[in-house]
């Protein structure tokens, strides 16, 4: 990874009880958990109902829903073993983004393997300022992870990236053969896009 | 037909909507059934009102019954005028035992004799409240019927609201309420709005309170479960706990739709950008919004604002008013709540 990267993460390695680790807990048999963060937790709870009806393969999916990073030590036990976190931002309020960048450092650099992808809704809206988009496509970027965008206003739409988000977990999980989370990053993950494409894009 | 009457009665029948305008003249019962059956609502307005004043004019009807039609209307949906809350202090000792009868004639009398031309007109409604509409001449005028004061008393509590009622009428229905509900003083109780509904509401308590308790998961019912048992909301405890709070502040459920509040800031001002130190500024913060109390619960449970309620806020609910004076003490140095509204 890049050093601007590790200076974005580096800072949480201190404070290692509430930190959350990919690898500290056993994975369970045939599942998977999924860990969706946003602040406004008004799409996570609509992509949960969605996920889990989406789930026809009998695998034991589960979701859990948090409003930031770090999440609270008392549950800590009961937790299981995290397998896919995804940011939802929502480009327009400033506290989504704020909320997100402030948890991503409470989030072990192991987990940025493969194990986080980034959501983003509201992107097509005219009255967004295009700062937010930008800081967050250098954030994904950055740290080398997926970024997806969402349309959560209508029920195709969250349908749409309920499914998605469902075959990335899988994948992550390793209940799909032949096909592991790092392998995926690879291929899925954000890239800047350079200054000439950036002028086309933006104009 | 008198034309002052005639005028009256159209501008009533203009403000009554014509989905309700069958039941209201049904109540009013000074249309015979053949008269009101005769008449046909999906005319267009002009020649239905037409009709109907025609009809008034053949029954023969004065003042005295058209001012009960507005009256009867405006019982029905409050005016979306401005409401005003006053508060009765000073109970006597027979104050808790005023009867309807009893109220009524003494009022009458009373506001008759201090001002000599006046239209009183009283009525109970359903829900145990009196209503009172009062036209207001002068010694030389017959009472103006087409600015009519309204009062809502709710008899053996010390509430009263008003609306539309002149500065120069003030100290007489003053009087005259002071006398007949047996208290010794009226004063303003700081609430106003235009919803009637929602200032009664929340100035007499007649909204879902959520008492504070010490039992740490209180009624699970009233949280929103997942859905799924395989959801797991991480932050559940402290997003009940929010919640608890907000709703032991303002209110559980449907509140009264309150629409604003106003703050009048008479602090100085401790801002920099080289301003005098003792520089009084006066400043007027008003919150509006179609239901403020739901807005500040939401505020508070999704935790955008702080987890301890300011107490600016919180008074609203607990001492039932909407408009608030915040000032200096001068001696004990600036007040703290305001300089945090400020910044």
Redesign the interface.
């Known amino acids: 990874m890049q050093p601007t990267s590790e200076r974005l993460v580096g800072k949480a390695t201190t404070k290692t009880t509430t930190m959350l680790k990919p690898f500290r807990k056993t994975p369970a048999l045939n599942e998977a958990n999924l860990?969706l963060v946003e602040n406004?937790?008004q799409l996570q709870?609509k992509l949960?109902?969605l996920i889990?009806q989406n789930e026809k393969d009998g695998f034991?999916?589960?979701?859990?829903?948090?409003?930031q990073l770090p999440?609270?030590v008392?549950?800590e036990d009961s937790r299981p073993r995290i397998d896919l976190v995804v940011f939802i931002v929502n480009l327009m309020s400033e506290r989504s983004l704020q909320s997100v960048e402030k948890s991503i450092k409470c989030l072990d650099p192991a987990f940025f393997l493969g194990k986080v992808c980034f959501l983003v809704t509201g992107a097509r809206c005219l009255s967004v300022s295009k700062d937010n988009l930008l800081t967050v496509r250098k954030m994904a970027a950055l740290l080398h992870c997926p970024l997806l965008f969402a349309e959560d206003q209508t029920s195709e739409g969250v349908t749409t990236v309920a499914v998605r988000l469902l075959s990335m977990l899988k994948v992550a999980a390793g209940l799909v053969p032949m096909a592991t989370g790092l392998q995926l990053n690879t291929l899925a993950h954000c890239v800047m896009p350079t200054d000439m494409e950036e002028i086309d894009l933006l104009s | 037909m008198d034309p002052t009457v005639r005028k009256l009665l159209v501008r009533i029948l203009r403000k009554i909507p014509t989905g309700k305008l069958e039941e209201t003249l049904k109540k009013w019962t000074h249309l015979s059934r053949n008269q009101q059956q005769s008449l046909d609502y999906s005319q267009p307005k002009w020649s239905l009102h037409e009709n109907i004043v025609s009809l008034c004019q053949e029954n023969g009807l004065t003042m005295r019954h058209v001012s009960e039609l507005e009256m009867i209307y405006c019982m029905e949906t409050p005016k979306l005028t401005t409401w005003r809350a006053c508060h009765l202090t000073g109970a006597e000792d027979d104050a808790s035992s005023v009867e309807l009868i009893c109220f009524k004639e003494q009022f009458k009398a009373h506001l008759s004799e201090l001002i000599r031309n006046v239209s009183i007109k009283i009525k109970k409604h359903d829900d145990e409240s009196v209503w009172m509409r009062i036209a207001w001449g002068d010694t030389f005028s017959k009472p103006n019927h087409l600015k009519p004061t309204y009062v809502v008393h709710y008899l053996q509590t010390p509430y009263v609201f008003i609306c539309n009622l002149s500065s120069k009428n003030k100290p007489l229905l003053f009087q005259a309420l002071v006398f007949a509900t047996r208290h010794a003083a009226i004063k303003d109780a700081n609430l106003s709005g235009r919803s009637f509904h929602a200032i009664r509401d929340l100035l007499m308590g007649h909204y879902n309170k959520t008492f504070p308790t010490n039992h740490s998961r209180p009624l699970k019912e009233r949280n929103h479960l997942?859905?799924?048992p395989?959801?797991?909301?991480?932050?559940m405890?402290?997003?009940e706990k929010r919640h608890q709070v907000a709703c032991e502040t303002f209110g559980e459920g449907d509140v009264p739709k309150l629409e604003t509040a106003t703050y009048m800031l008479e602090t100085r001002f401790r801002g920099g950008g080289g301003c005098a130190e003792d520089r009084q500024l006066k400043t007027v913060v008003t919150f509006e919004s179609k239901s403020l109390l739901e807005s500040l619960r939401y505020s508070a449970t999704?935790?955008m604002a702080d987890s301890t309620i300011s107490p600016l806020l919180s008074s609203i609910t607990q001492k039932g008013r909407n408009h608030f004076v915040i000032t200096d003490k001068r001696d004990k140095g600036p007040d703290k709540a305001a300089q945090s509204l400020m910044s």
């Open positions: 860990l406004e937790e709870c949960a109902d889990l034991n999916i589960k979701v859990r829903l948090a409003r999440l609270p008392d549950g | 997942p859905t799924h395989n959801i797991v909301k991480e932050h405890e402290q997003a999704s935790g």
